[in-house]
């Protein structure tokens, strides 16, 4: 019965070892996947970039059209149905792939915001969020700060960090190897949606309060160096050699 009783202690141990290994591994697996934290909407899907999905779209239908103005040009004027496909399609195909490109670039911003973000275009019920995503997959919260990226020494890529005196680190950002147009674009919208945010949630902008406390300090130096001035007393020349004298 003891060794029966050791067996199954340890069988339950074993299974509860497995437990506490597996939970851990799962979250990980979440996190790395780039799952959309709960509530979240990507930038894409906000009708703020509705222009975007409809541009693809059109660009599509204009490149169908011109190849389809192309084949019947050619076939006409050459006479060869097959050398008129050809181009037909190959001219397509540099326009769906262009288009296409300039839509994944869109699509693939890091930026996720929640319903009441002025993004979604419509009234907010509460406090506006904006979500960052790192190169990891994973999404984190950018904090009251505008960010800026700076090169990684170590990993190669860049570095997403609050654009403050100490630049501290918030995740890596980007794998490329130089800043690219498309890069500057995400950041743009980046920096965009934390003001609006703030906007929302009525935070005062860092950048207003610290331009409010550079005029006050300014202000309050040049008033004390204007009061010490008065205090100095003027002396002319004759009135030093007399009190050199004395």
């Not at 290994?21 to 799962?26: A, F, K, N, R, T």
């Not at 930038?43 to 999905?53: H, L, M, R, V, Y």
């Not at 902008?205 to 130096?221: Q, T, V």
Request: glycine share 6%; proline share 6%.
């Amino acid at each position: 019965m003891s060794i029966c009783g050791v067996k199954t202690q340890e069988a339950i141990c074993s299974q509860e070892r497995e437990v506490q290994v597996i939970e851990p591994l799962e979250y990980s697996m979440s996190e790395s996947t780039g799952g959309l934290p709960k509530g979240m909407i990507r930038f894409i899907d906000t009708p703020i970039a509705e222009p975007f999905a409809r541009a693809r779209t059109l660009g599509f239908a204009s490149s169908a059209g011109i190849s389809a103005l192309i084949w019947g040009v050619l076939s006409a004027f050459t006479g060869s149905i097959a050398l008129a496909f050809s181009v037909a399609v190959v001219s397509f195909l540099v326009n769906a792939v262009f288009v296409l490109n300039r839509y994944l670039g869109h699509a693939s911003t890091p930026l996720a915001v929640n319903l009441n973000h002025p993004f979604m275009d419509q009234a907010p019920l509460g406090k506006a969020e904006v979500k960052v995503q790192l190169s990891n997959g994973s999404w984190i919260d950018p904090g009251s700060h505008r960010v800026k990226l700076i090169p990684d020494e170590l990993f190669g890529g860049f570095n997403i960090v609050h654009d403050t005196l100490d630049f501290p680190v918030l995740g890596h950002f980007s794998e490329a190897k130089k800043r690219t147009p498309l890069i500057t674009r995400h950041m743009a919208l980046i920096n965009q949606s934390i003001a609006l945010r703030d906007a929302v949630n009525d935070v005062p902008d860092p950048i207003d309060e610290a331009r409010e406390r550079e005029k006050k300090e300014s202000g309050l130096l040049e008033r004390s160096w204007l009061e010490e001035e008065k205090e100095i007393e003027v002396e002319s020349p004759l009135v030093s050699f007399f009190k050199r004298e004395e």
